[in-house]
């Protein structure tokens, strides 16, 4: 579905992606682990379209797509959740949703239902529908820009630290939304700093380190490397 | 019956402004831009209506030209002034929007004329009317019905459109819609184009009252505007439009309570209460959108 060659993203003179790349199959779960500043936000961002690529190729599906524009990205069926956890707060949660289906606009009854079928899995955005979403807790404001996200029928769905900030059990609360996801057959890029939580649910993953990719594997080979622990803590196992 | 004149021309004036600073703003939320030619759009559609009127066409097709050509106008500005150098900087922006105000005065000035044209509005324009003992112009009251009219329609589209949603969801993060699929030129263009609809009509009000369309028209226009949006809040369009019916209260009641003296300067004690508010409201009086970056 997804393959990712060779790619470099700049800052200035800052190198924060170098020669990074990464397939992910059809259906398949791929975790891309790493500390904070990494550089697994800005792989995420550069495959989004939101980041420009300094060099490097991203292909979908064997089409080339590098430094296409992200309504681009959208329109060919990735869908992008941002760290930053983007609901527009001014917007009610109804209208978030809507807008997620803006590629989908003309199909009314479609769009009616997959809302519905995301009311029906998390009551609380129904209850809170005419609600701005700004005033949703932040592990509401999550689950309402993945579900925002998937409004689009992605072919492919790229998460950016859907955990972060968030109280354990509402992570949990994310990560079984995640499974769902997967189990419903989408393809899913996941970047993670919670390495329990990202291992547990993916296929295969890998480990970024200063930019580059230092581990790659099935997330059993990962979760079994003893460099996991030092590539985080450097070197304190 | 003199307090009923006070309101009737509070609401005419303040009518008139918000949807000046409307055109304004709506371009505003979406850039972070100011557009200096928005008074130059207020123009192309004043000299449209000249040019049409001596068609001997009917005058509902002057004035539906007038709005039009300003809409044209107005997304020719995104495609000349804005597009090009939009991701590169933001004085780039400022320059080519004040050259492009610049050229299009100075196309006025060479191919029409520099002095004052006159539109033929018909006559209901210049009629009076009589309501509850208070005589006003019965344009006043086509301005506030025009108001009341364009600002439901506008909140119906943003409300209750998909675009309308991609429009304000853009206003505070345009990346994050893009990449729901929203194009960001869609919107902008959209944007440019509302700014030209509201510019139009402006113009068929404004001449309305000063009865002639010359190349400097836009400016008071787009100094009132910019003005009532500094005062409401530059980010928020209700706050535009509360600027506009603000604005337009302290011209009215200067304009009452002035002596005559004094009158001619009135705009300065309109500016030193347009400070006042800003010393206490520095971000002007409703904040807008929470988040909201530039792109």
Redesign the interface.
């Known amino acids: 579905m997804l393959e990712v060659d060779d790619l470099e993203v700049r800052y200035g003179a800052v190198r924060a992606v170098r020669s990074v790349s990464i397939k992910v199959a059809n259906g398949e779960l791929v975790t891309l682990l790493g500390a904070n500043g990494a550089g697994k936000s800005s792989t995420l961002m550069a495959i ?3 980041v420009s690529t300094f060099s490097g190729r991203v292909r979908l599906g064997g089409a080339k797509v590098t430094g296409a ?3 681009r ?3 060919l069926g990735v ?2 959740v ?1 760290e930053t956890r ?1 609901v ?4 009610t949660v109804a ?1 978030n949703l ?3 289906a ?2 989908r ?1 003309r199909d009314a009854a479609g769009v009616a239902a997959d809302r519905d079928a995301f009311f029906d899995w998390f009551p609380i955005l129904a209850e809170r529908a005419d609600q701005p979403a ?1 005033t949703l807790s932040g592990g509401e404001q999550q689950m309402l820009v993945i579900a ?2 998937m409004m ?1 029928r992605p072919r492919m769905l790229l998460l950016d630290e859907p955990s972060l900030g968030l109280a354990p059990l509402v992570v949990d609360e994310i990560f079984r939304m995640i499974e769902g996801l997967k189990a419903a057959g989408v393809t899913i890029l996941l970047v993670e700093q919670n390495a329990r939580k990202g291992l547990a649910v993916a296929d295969r993953a890998y480990v970024m380190r200063l930019g580059r990719i230092e581990v790659e594997g099935s997330a059993r080979e990962v979760a079994a490397t003893a460099e996991l622990q030092s590539l985080y803590l450097g070197g304190a196992a | 019956m003199s307090s009923l004149q006070f309101v009737i021309d509070v609401l005419s004036l303040g009518s008139a402004y918000a949807l000046m600073a409307l055109g304004l703003v709506i371009v505003y939320g979406i850039l972070r831009l100011v557009n200096f030619a928005y008074g130059e759009l207020i123009m192309v559609g004043g000299y449209t209506m000249f040019l049409v009127s001596g068609s001997g066409l009917p005058w509902i097709v002057m004035a539906v030209s007038g709005v039009i050509m300003a809409m044209v106008a107005g997304i020719a500005t995104d495609y000349v002034a804005f597009r090009p150098v939009r991701s590169r900087s933001i004085t780039a922006v400022l320059i080519t929007s004040f050259a492009f105000s610049t050229l299009l005065q100075n196309a006025a000035l060479l191919f029409i004329s520099p002095r004052p044209r006159t539109v033929p509005l018909p006559e209901i324009f210049s009629r009076t009317v009589e309501i509850a003992g208070v005589v006003t112009p019965a344009r006043n009251l086509i301005t506030i019905a025009v108001a009341i009219i364009l600002l439901s329609l506008f909140t119906w589209l943003l409300r209750s459109t ?1 675009l309308g ?2 429009m ?2 853009a206003a ?2 345009l ?10 030129n869609l919107i902008i263009s959209t944007a440019f184009a509302i700014s030209g609809f509201f510019a139009g009509v402006i113009s068929i009000l404004w001449i309305g009252r000063i009865g002639t369309v010359v190349p400097g028209i836009g400016l008071e226009p787009l100094l009132i505007a910019f003005i009532a949006t500094v005062i409401g809040g530059m980010r928020s369009l209700q706050g535009a439009v509360l600027g506009g019916f603000l604005l337009a209260m302290i011209d009215t009641s200067l304009n009452y309570s002035l002596p005559q003296s004094l009158l001619q300067f009135r705009d300065a004690f309109t500016f030193s209460l347009v400070i006042l508010i800003l010393l206490w409201r520095p971000e002007g009086l409703i904040k807008g ?3 909201g970056q530039r792109t």
């Open positions: 989004a379209g939101a524009t992200p309504e990205m959208a329109r869908a992008t941002p983007n527009f707060p001014d917007l209208e809507r807008l997620g803006f590629l606009r700004g925002r996200a689009s | 998909v949603i991609a304000r969801a505070t993060h990346t994050m819609s893009r990449m729901l699929g929203v194009p960001a959108p929470a988040s």
